[in-house]
């Protein structure tokens, strides 16, 4: 199948647009913009400065792909928007190109990302993540992969979400939730592994106890986070407890606690 373009689109003669493209009526498709094969955007949906979608995406009604950041520190420079493929991105989402020269905000693979949600300036999401309706990322923020954001979460600036974390809907992230995390609220509360997540994505019953250790450890002792990290370095070398202890150990912001 052929490039489909709706008569009322408007593509810029110079987007590069890959095998099997659809675009549907009253999209806008910018001069700097590549759409990858068999990618289709939905009506007036809006791809706009140095943005890339990669292949096998789907972009709901008046979603907005780089657009230019809300920060007041953006003084126009050349800025990136870097999609994956595979992501199904939904009605009105927004996702905005990063500040600074060359830099990039970006989007892995297979993400959903629901309607109305924000991606700001600088953020990062890797592959595999459900993001759902009306989630907020502040600039700067990274999601690892295989994390589940409920709806109408709004996420600080500069904070991290370590993979396979689940956050409740309607929560306030003010810190970096490590991975494995089960949490929700505001103020937010820890309450948990995300036991039942693991276990679809084929983590077997003693894997999960190893987590659960790790986890008891830093968030159930009676440790601080410094006495904590210690006991867990002396004493587990465990595949999947490593990564939980590299994410604490790169924390800028801390932990959720």
Not at 102 to 109: I, L, N
Not at 152 to 175: D, N, P, W
Not at 186 to 205: A, M, Q, W, Y
Not at 216 to 243: C, F, G, H, T
Request: charged share 20%.
């Amino acid at each position: 199948m052929a490039v489909i373009i709706h008569p009322n689109a408007v593509v810029h003669p110079a987007a590069k647009l890959g095998q099997d493209v659809q675009i549907g009526p009253g999209a806008v498709v910018g001069e700097h913009v590549q759409i990858g094969d068999r990618t289709v955007l939905g009506a007036h949906v809006v791809a706009d400065g140095w943005t890339t979608v990669g292949s096998d995406c789907r972009v709901f009604t008046g979603a907005i792909l780089g657009s230019e950041c809300q920060d007041l520190k953006f003084k126009g420079e050349r800025s990136y928007m870097k999609i994956g493929n595979k992501n199904i991105i939904r009605e009105y989402v927004t996702m905005n190109r990063a500040t600074g020269e060359d830099a990039a905000t970006v989007v892995g693979d297979q993400n959903l990302i629901m309607a109305y949600a924000h991606v700001g300036h600088d953020s990062i999401i890797g592959n595999s993540n459900i993001i759902a309706n009306a989630v907020t990322l502040a600039g700067h923020v990274t999601i690892e992969n295989h994390t589940n954001i409920g709806g109408l979460t709004a996420i600080h600036q500069y904070v991290r979400v370590g993979s396979y974390a689940m956050i409740g809907g309607y929560s306030r992230i003010v810190k970096d939730v490590p991975p494995y995390i089960l949490c929700a609220g505001s103020p937010l509360r820890i309450v948990g592994i995300n036991r039942i997540g693991l276990e679809r994505k084929g983590f077997d019953n003693e894997r999960i106890k190893i987590i659960e250790h790790a986890y008891r450890i830093m968030y159930r002792s009676k440790l601080n986070v410094s006495q904590a990290m210690k006991k867990l370095e002396e004493e587990n070398s465990q595949p999947d407890v490593v990564p939980f202890v590299e994410f604490i150990h790169a924390s800028e912001r801390g932990i959720s606690k």
